[in-house]
Nanobody
Framework: QVTLVESGGGLVQAGGSLRLSCVAS????????MGWYRQVPGQQRELVAT???????DYADSVKGRFTISRDNARNTVYLKMNSLKPEDTANYYC??????????WGQGTQVTVSS
């Protein structure tokens, strides 16, 4: 069974940057896709960025040009680099991967707070 652990969240001023990491244990070798979602209390979880195993990448319109998803297969890690952060980016960010056999897997989330 694969588990996902996120890190890298925190408090940052508007205009600042953060890099989130998601480590898949023991491996993400069987993942068909991986991505980042975010959720504000009382609202639905929304897609931020996704990447397929083949390398196709999609971003939410609200983060295009500011956020970058990437991965390091050797480290079983997916990253989300967030630049030019805005207060409206404040949310709990979740890593998600789709395993070939097990289906969707979620991390526990990491909080990102952007102050104005």
């Amino acid at each position: 069974q694969v588990t996902l652990v996120e890190s890298g969240g925190g408090l940052v001023q508007a205009g600042g940057s953060l890099r989130l990491s998601c480590v898949a244990s023991p491996t993400m070798r069987t993942m068909q896709s991986m991505g980042w979602y975010r959720q504000v209390p009382g609202q639905q979880r929304e897609l931020v960025a996704t990447m397929t195993a083949g390398g196709r990448i999609d971003y939410a319109d609200s983060v295009k040009g500011r956020f970058t998803i990437s991965r390091d297969n050797a480290r079983n890690t997916v990253y989300l680099k967030m630049n030019s952060l805005k207060p409206e980016d404040t949310a709990n960010y979740y890593c998600q991967m789709t395993d070939f056999l097990a289906g969707d897997i979620w991390g526990q989330g990491t909080q990102v707070t952007v102050s104005s």
